[in-house]
């Protein structure tokens, strides 16, 4: 399908695969509503999308804050038009510490990556069942596969991602809303930029982009990639602890020390 007189509402817009989903999709003739919390970076974003030739409104929102979430993606509603397609993008990575345990991070973590999620759907879920049409997407990550350590609390919140989506993508199976989970492995973003660990088989967000809306675009259920990494992924759950310890003992090894 095309999503050319489209509208797309996608959070996390700020940066990285929601910066260039944005652009691949405003290529395409789809206008896009660009929301995150650092409004000269969507502003920057919306300017180069028009002097392209596409269509973008901004607004400015933290995705852990539900009314201000529903309220901002209204806006682009108000500004743009009825919204096709959601992508909710919004995230972020902290390790899991447990001496002390970094409570703190990982409450964050749950509410950027899951609970933001939720909001920005409810955004624009009772207008898609009044139209009887839409596509929710949401980022969830290859990491919702394993509980790895170091990051329990980072592979829990996109767990729960990824269950989410999977929950409603069969409730609303026969409104005429499409559900998409996607779960990429390591992509080079801000978020990443920061790891001083070897990331296997890593990817450029511009590529990571042109494949998630290739597969938005096909309606996939769930969409994970690279493949190299779906299968060395989905491999450990069959691996005993031990076994996962040790492979991921070179990660542990090159992670920066706790802060404070």
Known sequence: MSFANQVAVITGASSGIGWEVAKVLAAQGCAVGLLARRMDRLEELASDIRAAGGQAATVQADVTQRQE????IHRLRDALGPVDL????????????????????????IRVNFLGVVYAIEGVLPEMLERKKGHLAAISSLGAYKGLPGESGYCASKAAVHVYMEGLRIQLRTRGIAVTSICPGFIKTPMTDVNTFPMPFLMTADKAAQKIVRALA???????FPWRTTVLMKSLRWLPDWL????????????PPPAG
């Open 69 to 72: 979430t529903v309220a901002a």
């Open 86 to 109: 959601l992508l909710a993008n919004s995230g972020i990575g902290k390790p899991t510490e447990i001496e002390p345990m970094n409570m703190g991070d990982v409450d964050y973590m």
């Open 218 to 224: 096909k309606r996939k259920k769930v969409y994970n």
């Open 244 to 255: 996962v310890a040790r492979i991921i003992s070179g990660y542990t090894e090159h992670r």
